[in-house]
């Protein structure tokens, strides 16, 4: 399915609609709505073949989890489309992406509004930390760097029954430094499987501050090479940097695509919070007062009336 919004459309509407959340609930992953918006658009917008959902527009509550007294359990996947052979498939590995993942079904058209309404209360599925039950989302990545391994497991699966649908992991910096990573994307040369895709945000960002502050992880599109995968590195807020990036010929191999990011870019008061920037919680209401009124300028809509 196609909507008549343009990649750029999409990736501000993203971001406002992360923002008014941010605002009515004192805050929220702000900085990763500024970092992701382009890729996770063009994505969803362009350049993964999907079928219709298979789930309801508004998302049920938490249904329990997978056993043979809950027969109709099923993952968030289903706002994808179906599993089938001529689709892709796409594991979302950093988790806590999840409020800029479901912006994006609801801009795309897969998911209603109502449901940003249910983020993170008690029994939805719209999880805070995205889990395999939340919109979006086919399997709890658990820590960072599980994401690109499972990814490479299925994408091998599928390469052995001949399908031609291809499998999209979407990644952030941090996991670099998660000795899985590696080993899958090792694995992945080894074994041929060029149907295995990725895109990273590199926004130099983590839970507990800058990268480089947590562990130094120098080139990481020479590392990626030196396992085995064809990388490319481009602008992350640039789409036809993109839409070129997809092209590059790499039989044999996955792909991997290193998008370079500003955790601040259309929010521009948001490097006032540098190097914390992984959650935005207002410090006062001085502070969210102020960073209403400036981002609300710079996506290009009216303060968020939050009183209510």
């Known amino acids: 399915m196609r909507n008549k919004k343009t990649s750029e459309e999409v990736a501000l509407g993203i971001r406002r609609r992360v923002f008014e ?31 219709d959902p298979t789930l309801p527009m508004i998302p049920k509550p938490f249904e ?18 179906p599993f089938e052979p ?20 609801i801009e795309v058209g897969r998911m209603a509004p109502e ?22 989302m086919e399997v709890h990545n658990g820590t960072l760097g599980i994401g690109l391994s499972t990814g490479a ?8 029954k001949g399908e031609p649908g291809r499998t999209w992991v979407y990644m952030s ?67 036809n940097a993109m839409r070129d990036a997809v092209k590059e010929p790499h039989e044999g191999k996955p792909l991997i695509i290193l998008a370079n990011t500003n955790p601040f870019h259309s929010m521009p008061i948001l490097e006032e919070r540098f190097p914390r920037l992984h959650y935005v919680r207002f410090k006062s209401e001085d502070e969210r007062a102020r960073m209403n009124v400036s981002i609300a300028k710079d996506l290009g ?3 968020i009336d939050y009183s209510h």
């Open 173 to 239: 910096d941090g996991e670099v430094q998660e000795g899985q990573t590696w080993e899958a994307v090792q694995a992945a040369s080894f074994h041929g499987i060029d149907n295995l895709y990725a895109i990273m945000d590199v926004n130099k960002q983590q839970c507990d501050g800058a990268m480089d502050s947590v562990m130094e992880v120098g080139d990481i599109k020479t590392k990626f090479q030196n396992f085995g995968a064809v990388c490319v590195e481009i602008d992350g807020h640039d789409i």
């Open 301 to 303: 809509v009216e303060p």
């Open 86 to 105: 001529q689709y892709d498939r796409l594991f979302i590995a950093p988790a806590h992406y999840a409020l800029v993942a479901y912006a994006t079904l």
């Open 21 to 51: 959340h941010s605002m009515r609930n004192n805050g929220g992953y702000l900085s990763q709505a500024c970092s992701a918006g382009e890729q996770l658009a063009w994505l969803y917008n362009e350049e993964l073949k999907l079928g």
């Open 64 to 81: 329990g989890v997978p056993s043979a007294d809950n027969p109709d359990y099923h993952t968030g996947a289903g706002y994808n489309g």
């Open 115 to 136: 449901g940003l309404e249910m983020f993170n209360k008690d029994g939805s599925s719209v999880e805070m930390i995205g889990a395999e039950h939340s919109p979006g």
């Open 153 to 160: 497991g299925l994408a091998y699966g599928r390469k052995l």
